[in-house]
C-alpha cells in the first residue's frame, strides 16, 4: 500500500544544468588476450584528456560494454575519484554492439550536445571550444567532429554540399593540421592520405568562419535533434555492417543537417597499443589544463527537403562521377 504522494508529481519537470554530454563505449573482455592487452592503458588516456580537456557543464556517460568484471571496477573507482562529471555508468554483461550501447544512453538524455566517442581517443586542450564554436558559426550543422580529414567529404554530405554551393562558400583550403592526418593513419596502420591530402582539404565558409567538409566516425559532436530521425528498431550488428552510418551519419544528412570538423586537429586516435609518446603528451594535457567555456547554442535549423534531394543528385554527381573535373575547377589540379 502506497502512503503519502509522490513528491516528484509536485515538481515533474526534469531541469538539468549540464548542456554537453560525452559518451563513451568500452568493451574490454579480455585484458589478458593479446589485442586488448593495452586497451586499458588507452582508456585511461581517453578518460583523464577528457577529464583535464572539458567545462564544468559537460557530464560524461560510460557504458561497460561486455567487460569483464576487473575492468568495470576500475571504472567504477574513477567515478567514485569524479562522481559529479561521470554521472552515469550503464553495464551490459552482454556485448550489445556499438550502436545499440550509445542509443541506450543517447535516447536518456537531455543535453543539447552529444559527443561521442570511442574508448581509444585523446583529447587535446581546445577541443570543446572548438566544437561548440563550429556549433555556433553553423546554425546548421548536426556533427561535428575535432578531428579534421582529407576524405570526410565522401561520406553523407549531401546536404552539406548543397550547403557551400548555394548558402555558403565551399574550397580547398590549406591543412592546418597535416600531423594530425599523419597520426590517425598510423593509428589504423594503413596509408590512407596521399601526398595531395596532407596539403589541402574541402572546406565550407560562413561569413567568414570555415569549417572542413565531412568527418569520421570514432569521435564526433552531435545536436541531440539529430537522434530525432534515427532508425527505431534494433541494430543487428555489433560493429560495422553500415550501422554507424544508417545510425549516424544518414539522418544527420538527410534531415538537411551539416557534417563538419573543426579546421585544426584536437584530438588523436590511439589504436590499442600504447605508445611513450601518448603518455608524455598526456602528462602536457593535465599539466596545461586551461578553463574552458560553454557556448550558448543558436537554434537548430535544417535545410528543406527539396534542398536535401538536390544535394543528393549532387553529391552523387560532383563528388563521384566527376570528381576531377569538379576539384580541378575548385583548384585541385591532380586526382584527390
Not at 559527443?115 to 587535446?124: E, G, P, S, W
Not at 579534421?148 to 548555394?166: D, I, V, W
Not at 590511439?270 to 557556448?295: D, H, Q
Amino acid at each position: 500500500m502506497r502512503v503519502g504522494e509522490n513528491p516528484s508529481k509536485k515538481d515533474h519537470l526534469i531541469r538539468i544544468e549540464s548542456t554537453h554530454r560525452v559518451i563513451i563505449s568500452l568493451y574490454i573482455p579480455n585484458s589478458t588476450e593479446e589485442y586488448f592487452t593495452g586497451s586499458w592503458e588507452i582508456f585511461t588516456m581517453c578518460l583523464e584528456s577528457l577529464l583535464a580537456t572539458i567545462h564544468d557543464r559537460t557530464r560524461i556517460s560510460i557504458i561497460l560494454n561486455g567487460c569483464e568484471d576487473e575492468v568495470a571496477q576500475k571504472v567504477y573507482d574513477y567515478q567514485r575519484a569524479n562522481p559529479t562529471i561521470i554521472d552515469q555508468i550503464f553495464y551490459s554483461k552482454l556485448n550489445l554492439g556499438k550502436i545499440n550501447a550509445i542509443y541506450s544512453i543517447v535516447k536518456s538524455n537531455l543535453e543539447d550536445l552529444l559527443t561521442i566517442t570511442d574508448a581509444d581517443v585523446m583529447f587535446l586542450p581546445g577541443w570543446q571550444s572548438a566544437v561548440e564554436s563550429t556549433f555556433v558559426d553553423f546554425p546548421k550543422a548536426g556533427m561535428v567532429s575535432p578531428v579534421p580529414s582529407s576524405k570526410g567529404f565522401l561520406y553523407s554530405t549531401a546536404s552539406t554540399l548543397f550547403y557551400g554551393l548555394f548558402s555558403g562558400k565551399i574550397y580547398f583550403h590549406k591543412v592546418q593540421d597535416p600531423e594530425g592526418l599523419i597520426n590517425f593513419q598510423e593509428s589504423v596502420g594503413s596509408d590512407l592520405y596521399q601526398e595531395i591530402h596532407l596539403e589541402k582539404y574541402l572546406v565550407v565558409e560562413n561569413k567568414g568562419k570555415k569549417a572542413v567538409v565531412g568527418c569520421g566516425h570514432f569521435v564526433g559532436t552531435f545536436r541531440k535533434e539529430v537522434f530525432e530521425q534515427a532508425p527505431t528498431e534494433v541494430c543487428r550488428f555489433r560493429v560495422q555492417g553500415g550501422s554507424e552510418e544508417a545510425y549516424l551519419d544518414d539522418p544527420n544528412d538527410l534531415s538537411g543537417r551539416l557534417r563538419l570538423a573543426t579546421m585544426g586537429n584536437f584530438a588523436y586516435h590511439l589504436g590499442n597499443t600504447p605508445k611513450e609518446w601518448m603518455r608524455i603528451r598526456l602528462k602536457e594535457i593535465k599539466a596545461s589544463k586551461s578553463a574552458e567555456f560553454p557556448v550558448s547554442l543558436p537554434p537548430s535549423r535544417t535545410l528543406k527537403n527539396w534542398q536535401v534531394k538536390v544535394g543528393v543528385f549532387l553529391w552523387k554527381l560532383l563528388f563521384y562521377k566527376f570528381r576531377r573535373q569538379f576539384f580541378s575547377f575548385l583548384g585541385v589540379k591532380v586526382p584527390y
